[in-house]
Nanobody, 117 residues
Framework: QVQLVESGGGLVQAGGSLRLSCAASGSILSFNAMGWYRQAPGRQRESVANVNRGFAPTYADSVKGRFTISMDYAKNLVYLQMNGLKPEDTAVYYC???????????WGQGTQVTVSS
């Protein structure tokens, strides 16, 4: 069973930075895609940043130029570097991994990010 564990969330002032980490229980090379999603209270979960194997990362318009997704294949980690944080970035952030061969999605438990104004 694949496990994804997020860390790095917290409380930060507007304009600050955080780096989220997602640790996978197995090789992240086994996934076709990995990414970060977020869900704010009363809102649907939305995609923030994604990497499909062999393609450049994609970002939500709201975070372009501020957030960067990266992978450490040796350590089976996925990062989300968040700079220039805004109060509207406040949400629970989830790590996602997908295997298209089995049409399976895996989710972490989420990590809270709160940005104060």
């Amino acid at each position: 069973q694949v496990q994804l564990v997020e860390s790095g969330g917290g409380l930060v002032q507007a304009g600050g930075s955080l780096r989220l980490s997602c640790a996978a229980s197995g090789s992240i090379l086994s996934f076709n895609a990995m990414g970060w999603y977020r869900q704010a209270p009363g809102r649907q979960r939305e995609s923030v940043a994604n990497v499909n194997r062999g393609f450049a990362p994609t970002y939500a318009d709201s975070v372009k130029g501020r957030f960067t997704i990266s992978m450490d294949y040796a350590k089976n980690l996925v990062y989300l570097q968040m700079n220039g944080l805004k109060p509207e970035d406040t949400a629970v952030y989830y790590c996602n991994a997908a295997k298209t061969t089995t049409n399976t999605n895996y989710w972490g438990q989420g990590t809270q990010v709160t940005v104060s104004s």
